[in-house]
């Protein structure tokens, strides 16, 4: 329920064209310990409406895959890598090179986002 509240009132400001969660997302959240309560919820969900490219959310869009589905040999540390270097380049595509509303749209702010790019060698 908590997840549908922030989907909605996100939806209109963030993605309008986003219709909802997927089935195995709504499953992934149910199934997740939420060891960041409310507040991982909150990111997870407006991460995801900024990384979906379809009509909804999926699990990957939510960054809960289930270990499984992680790229054989990969480390949990080269997993965060590589989703936080996707979320960066995709969130600048989406706002056309806006870093100001790229660092929004990922709930961070400015500078964060600069010093990721940083990070990753990701230029505008």
């Known amino acids: 329920m908590l997840a549908q509240h922030f989907f909605t009132k996100f939806a209109a400001e963030?993605?309008?064209?986003?219709l909802g969660f997927s089935?195995?997302?709504?499953?992934?959240?149910?199934?997740?310990?939420?060891?960041?309560?409310?507040r991982e919820l909150?990111?997870?969900v407006r991460r995801a409406m900024v990384m979906a490219e379809g009509?909804?959310?999926?699990?990957?869009?939510?960054?809960?895959q289930q270990r499984a589905e992680l790229e054989f040999?990969?480390?949990?540390?080269e997993a965060r890598i590589s989703a936080e270097r996707?979320?960066?380049?995709?969130?600048?595509?989406?706002?056309?090179?806006?870093?100001s509303q790229t660092a929004r749209d990922l709930g961070v702010s400015r500078m964060t986002?600069?010093?990721?790019?940083?990070?990753?060698d990701i230029n505008v």
């Open 14 to 18: 963030k993605s309008p064209r986003l």
């Open 55 to 64: 009509r909804l959310v999926t699990i990957a869009d939510l960054g809960l």
């Open 86 to 99: 996707h979320a960066i380049t995709a969130g600048l595509h989406r706002a056309q090179k806006n870093v």
């Open 23 to 38: 089935s195995r997302a709504m499953r992934a959240m149910e199934g997740h310990a939420w060891p960041g309560n409310v």
């Open 42 to 44: 909150i990111n997870r």
């Open 73 to 77: 040999g990969e480390a949990l540390g």
């Open 113 to 120: 986002l600069y010093r990721l790019m940083a990070k990753h």
